[in-house]
């Protein structure tokens, strides 16, 4: 976890950069681009500063009384989109948007949510974050995880309790209802289990729940499920699975579904614009007096191109965006609008080696050439150049996962052994392999590949960059056993927050991701996956990290970061597991 | 003139029909569609009964078949996305694409004609000068960048204008629309001003030019009734042709701007492999850009009999 500002950010980058090209890690041609791109920023802050410094005044003293104003009349505010349509003057467009945020009953919240819009409204029928997002606002979940301790805690559900290895208790709340009236009961668990568990009903989140092999119904508020075997992990799916209403659903049918988000949550829709935003309004009668939801209206808006995004939150017109990139967090900071807000992710970055010559004969598949890698290269170094506050992942598993063991040490920085190993596994003069790259899926993607390309170099492993800038061809590459010597992935774990949700897809040799066999951990994998005893399991995970940090299938990295950018007007923080709970926010007293 | 509009239509339809084969195998070579219609975690045994169910293990020439089959009935199936029509989602997206096309072009012309004119008649002047030098930065810059500079200047540094969006209907609407109007029309007015230029000037050495000025005829009457109307021809023709350069650069502006019409459908159906949705977007837009040739070419026949024959 970060906790370094964008200045001394910038400080470090810029320094390691130049380290860099010392060493002969980058080329200059490299250095040179990076460093018009940091003088570019640089450049660009004074002169935002410059012509936007008088307005920023304005707009803070401006929201303050508009702020006043708006408590005084909270439910006046009836347009959701306000926004600058109804300024007369431009600068006091750009403040009552402000204010809009900053009122304490009323007021909006615009939050760019995406780059291209939901596909539809029916939480069941779509796998996308973001509108996992969107239905975190309008739908309600069983349990929902505590963002300091990732652990999932009771929502609609008040209790569970194992009371059989495959037989989960589960006491519901009462006096839920939905946006339409409909009550939420046992009746409605047992109905959205099975709907989505339905072949012909063909949810793209079925995966999440084969594990569960039925509900019964034991009164209106308690259900019993049963799991197809000891499920360890079944919590999890209490999650990111929202409830919809039974009968509503059976009378109107899917295509109603699709448009109209009927759910218990803090917000309802009043209008998808499609392509352009999704305005909810707060629901008055809302169960949860916690959450207590600040605004209103809450506005997801559709905003293609980052740079775009960006331009929107520095004018004021985005209270929260999504991504922020790493270059750009003091063009943020330096706004005087909005603070880049950092939080260390779930997601982890590997390179995958073909540790099993599964896209044909591999020099990886000799468990020292593959050390080697992992010794030739500075993980470390990279973390503090190009992506400050990244979590080590020794072997493979981020330190938020369950099971993470701190006591397994990372590879060391270490060329000599690297070339060492190489040479003892008959590799005096090095190895020409291929290594597969797709999009961008981290801030400074290219340049970590060209440093760690450099470094494999340095000891005799030359690796060819084959890049791909379609995510889907490079996924079926993939999954299909096509990726060949060397290829770049990463992993976000389904959001589980357990050692299962990434070790069994990475490298169980079941999963169509991995490209290593290897029985024993297998074996433990299964154990894990069976056993209900923490401690157990703890142990179990422990064995399989030391598996896995010495037989090296990828090159281990780090833990992802994510940078929000938030308006100084409003209070918000985002959550390890990205899933971003905009009914928390509150307006910057 | 019935056999002209005739034998116009004819090549209407073999261009759009070129079109959707172009389109339909593109679309089918960037990206498998089981790919995006199943979960990752599917395992390669189930993608292939998908795949067949779905029948997208079909030569490629027999689902074009099937999909050219139905497109001429407007049928360009349903969005793998949203499962809703495809044809349906580009006509919703279609009205915004076209205010904002609209929009550029009458910007392009105002600002093209006038400037034109101006070069050509003060010719190696100042003005002339200047235009030369709208007409090089206009052409150079890159429409993208041009969009973000403006959402800087204008959206973030002065705050005057939204930087992006939709807007309300109405005075929202307006202001929502002047930076994207101003990149498009920036994008298309060099082109036609040169071509105004050396109409123009082209025009003023001619004989009925003199004989105009002859007659006494007031310079600003000479100009406009006989040097630009003589030179308005080939403008017109270009300003038809250069409307399907507009549409892509409605694509970018449209991105850009996250101005939701038919351009930014197109790619964000592009990025998810929205098949369906891309070729009712691509054939649609295709079809916009030969009817508009087509009336620019019947404009031009009525204002110039000699073309009619």
């Not at chain 1, 339905?198 to 039925?214: D, K, R």
């Not at chain 2, 569609?33 to 292939?48: A, I």
């Not at chain 2, 003005?127 to 403006?150: C, E, H, K, Y």
Request: glycine share 8%; net charge negative.
């Amino acid at each position: 976890m970060s906790s370094l500002g964008p200045r001394e950010l910038h400080d470090r980058v810029y320094a390691n950069w130049e380290r860099f090209y010392q060493e002969g890690r980058i080329d200059r041609r490299t250095l040179i681009k990076a460093a018009m791109v940091w003088a570019a920023g640089a450049g660009a802050v004074p002169l935002l500063a410059a012509c936007g410094g008088d307005d920023d005044d304005d707009d803070d003293d401006d929201s303050g009384a508009a702020a006043a104003t708006n408590t005084s009349a909270p439910d006046a505010e009836d347009e959701p989109t306000a926004t600058t349509a109804d300024g007369g003057g431009d600068e006091e467009a750009t403040a009552t948007e402000d204010s809009g945020g900053d009122s304490a009953e009323g007021g909006t919240l615009t939050v760019i949510l995406s780059e291209s819009d939901l596909p539809t409204m029916d939480p069941h029928m779509h796998n996308l974050r973001t509108g996992i997002i969107a239905f975190y606002h309008t739908h309600d979940n069983l349990g929902v995880r505590n963002r300091e301790t990732n652990l999932i805690e009771p929502w609609l559900a008040e209790s569970w309790e194992n009371i059989e290895p495959t037989v989960w208790e589960m006491k519901l709340r009462e006096g839920v209802t939905f946006h339409n009236g409909d009550p939420f009961t046992a009746e409605t668990v047992k109905w959205n289990w099975e709907r989505v568990t339905n072949p012909e009903q063909a949810s793209p989140q079925v995966g999440n729940h084969v594990a569960i092999a039925g509900v019964e119904i034991i009164d209106d508020y308690t259900v019993q499920v049963t799991t197809t075997e000891p499920y360890p992990i079944f919590t999890e799916r209490l999650q990111n699975f929202q409830m919809i209403p039974e009968k509503l659903a059976q009378a109107e049918g899917d295509a109603y579904l699709a448009e109209n988000p009927v759910g218990t949550g803090p917000y309802m829709l009043q209008e998808w614009k499609k392509g352009q935003e999704i305005v909810l309004t707060r629901n008055p009668d809302y169960w949860n007096p916690d959450v207590n939801a600040a605004y209103e209206t809450l506005v997801l808006r559709i905003v293609p191109g980052l740079p775009t995004q960006l331009a929107e939150l520095l004018a004021g017109n985005a209270d929260i965006i999504r991504v922020v990139p790493f270059d750009q967090m003091e063009t943020v900071e330096s706004s005087g609008v909005a603070m880049p807000v950092t939080q260390a992710i779930l997601r982890v970055g590997m390179v995958r080696l073909d540790a099993m010559g599964r896209s044909g004969p591999s020099p990886f598949e000799d468990v020292r050439v593959r050390n080697a890698a992992n010794h030739a290269v500075d993980i470390q170094g990279y973390i503090d150049a190009l992506q400050p506050g990244g979590d080590r992942a020794p072997a493979l598993l981020n330190p938020k996962h369950f099971g993470f063991d701190p006591t397994v040490e990372p590879h060391e920085y270490d060329p000599d052994l690297a070339k060492q190993l190489l040479e003892e596994a008959g590799y005096p003069d090095g190895i020409d392999v291929t290594w597969l790259r797709g999009p961008s899926s981290m801030p400074n993607q290219d340049q970590v590949d060209q440093a760690m390309q450099r470094d494999l170099e340095a000891v005799g492993i030359r690796a060819e960059f084959e890049t791909l800038s379609d995510g889907n061809v490079f996924t079926t590459r993939h999954n299909e056993g096509n990726g060949g010597d060397m290829m770049n992935y990463n992993w976000g774990s389904y959001s589980v927050f357990d050692a299962d949700g990434i070790y069994w897809d990475m490298l169980h040799s079941s999963s169509i991701f991995t490209y290593y066999n290897n029985a024993d951990l297998d074996a433990l994998l299964e154990q894990g996956r069976g056993s209900l005893d923490p401690e157990e399991r703890m142990q179990i995970y422990a064995d399989a990290q030391r598996i896995v940090r010495e037989e090296a299938p990828m090159i281990f990295m780090w833990g992802f970061h994510s940078v929000w950018g938030v308006n100084n007007g409003v209070e918000w923080s985002p959550r390890p597991d990205e899933i971003d709970m905009y009914f928390t926010a509150r307006p910057k007293s | 003139m019935g056999a002209y509009i005739a034998n116009r239509l004819i090549q209407m339809v073999i261009a759009v029909f070129g079109i959707s084969v172009i389109v339909f195998v593109i679309t089918n070579m960037i990206g498998d569609p089981v790919n995006v219609l199943l979960p990752p975690e599917t395992r390669f045994e189930e993608r292939e009964v998908f795949r067949e169910e779905m029948g997208f293990n079909r030569p490629l020439i027999v689902q074009y078949a099937d999909f050219l089959s139905d497109a001429v009935r407007g049928d360009f199936g349903t969005s793998f996305r949203t499962e809703r029509a495809a044809l349906t989602i580009v006509l919703e997206r279609m009205p915004a694409t076209l205010l904002l096309t609209l929009a550029g072009t009458v910007l392009a012309i105002v600002i093209a004609i006038p400037m034109g004119i101006i070069s050509a008649y003060k010719r190696y002047s100042f003005w002339d000068n200047l235009s030369t030098l709208f007409v090089v930065a206009g052409q150079a810059m890159p429409i993208f960048w041009l969009g973000l500079m403006l959402i800087i200047i204008f959206g973030v540094n002065l705050g005057w204008l939204p930087p992006s969006g939709y807007g309300e209907f109405g005075l929202d609407r307006l202001k929502h629309m002047i930076l994207p109007t101003i990149v498009l029309g920036v994008f298309l007015a060099p082109v036609t001003e040169r071509l105004v230029r050396s109409g123009v000037l082209d025009a003023l050495t001619q004989d009925y030019v003199r004989t105009a000025r002859a007659k006494g005829l007031k310079e600003r009457v000479v100009l406009v009734r006989h040097a630009l109307r003589n030179s308005i021809i080939p403008v017109i023709t270009v300003l038809g042709l250069q409307f399907g350069q507009l549409l892509g650069g409605a694509v970018i502006t449209e991105t850009v701007f996250a101005w939701p019409g038919v351009g930014l459908l197109a790619i964000e159906s592009i990025r998810n492999a929205d098949f369906p949705v891309t070729q009712a977007a691509v054939v649609t837009l295709a079809v916009i850009i030969s009817i508009v040739n087509l009336a620019v070419d019947l404009v031009v026949g009525v204002l110039d009999p000699r073309i009619r024959r």
